[in-house]
T-cell receptor, first 117, second 107 residues
Framework: DTGVSQNPRHKITKRGQNVTFRCDPISEHNRLYWYRQTLGQGPEFLTYFQNEAQLEKSRLLSDRFSAERPKGSFSTLEIQRTEQGDSAMYLC???????????????FGNGTRLTVT | GQNIDQPTEMTATEGAIVQINCTYQTSGFNGLFWYQQHAGEAPTFLSYNVLDGLEEKGRFSSFLSRSKGYSYLLLKELQMKDSASYLCAVRDDKIIFGKGTRLHILP
């Protein structure tokens, strides 16, 4: 168990470009979450998966954001036509499914810091 | 709707006790978490409550009242390393976070 891994750690891009981030969860965890965090704020929910199924996407999220988890293991988050307001830390977290593991906390990766210039 | 409220900032003295409150209004409830987050780092798990009452874990304790939609995190014998943000999070199947409380510890 090497923990949740996110790549890249930092990404600087110009406005209008597309970016893609990757998250590798803890191997036995079948729930995977994406959050966005800006300075001085708590993590803002973006979307989450149960295995390969996307269970919910935040209504606040524009259509420029899309996430996939094609084989129920790693996940990608893509932002199209980036805007300066997209600059933030993007956090991925994983946990076991509910039921007997319902009290299992989220385990976070170290995040990808996006700067849009 | 979903709403989780906690104070933005608090200040306490090394060696003292501090209580950080959290109130929530969510469409469902399946447990409440507290996380600690140091500047520039990922959040780390502190505690979990799903039933009413107090859960104690060393210097940290967390309390839950489901009927009041209320929780608090109690930190005892404060140390300088406790300077961090403390995040209240509610599970409604998915897990959503409050904005966090930044705790400053004075020597």
């Amino acid at each position: 168990d090497t923990g949740v891994s996110q790549n890249p750690r930092h990404k600087i891009t110009k406005r209008g470009q597309n970016v893609t981030f990757r998250c590798d969860p803890i191997s036995e965890h079948n729930r995977l979450y994406w959050y966005r965090q800006t300075l001085g704020q708590g993590p803002e929910f973006l979307t989450y998966f149960q295995n390969e199924a996307q269970l919910e996407k935040s209504r606040l999220l524009s259509d420029r954001f899309s996430a996939e988890r094609p084989k129920g293991s790693f996940s990608t988050l893509e932002i199209q036509r980036t805007e300066q307001g997209d600059s933030a830390m993007y956090l991925c977290a994983s946990s076991p499914r509910g039921g007997e593991s319902y009290n299992s906390p989220l385990h976070f990766g170290n995040g990808t810091r996006l700067t849009v210039t | 709707g979903q709403n989780i409220d906690q104070p933005t900032e608090m200040t306490a003295t090394e060696g003292a006790i501090v209580q950080i409150n959290c109130t929530y209004q969510t469409s469902g409830f399946n447990g409440l978490f507290w996380y600690q987050q140091h500047a520039g780092e990922a959040p780390t798990f502190l505690s979990y409550n799903v039933l009413d009452g107090l859960e104690e874990k060393g210097r940290f304790s967390s309390f839950l009242s489901r009927s009041k939609g209320y929780s608090y995190l109690l930190l005892k014998e404060l140390q300088m390393k406790d300077s961090a943000s403390y995040l209240c999070a509610v599970r409604d199947d998915k897990i959503i976070f409050g904005k966090g409380t930044r705790l400053h510890i004075l020597p």
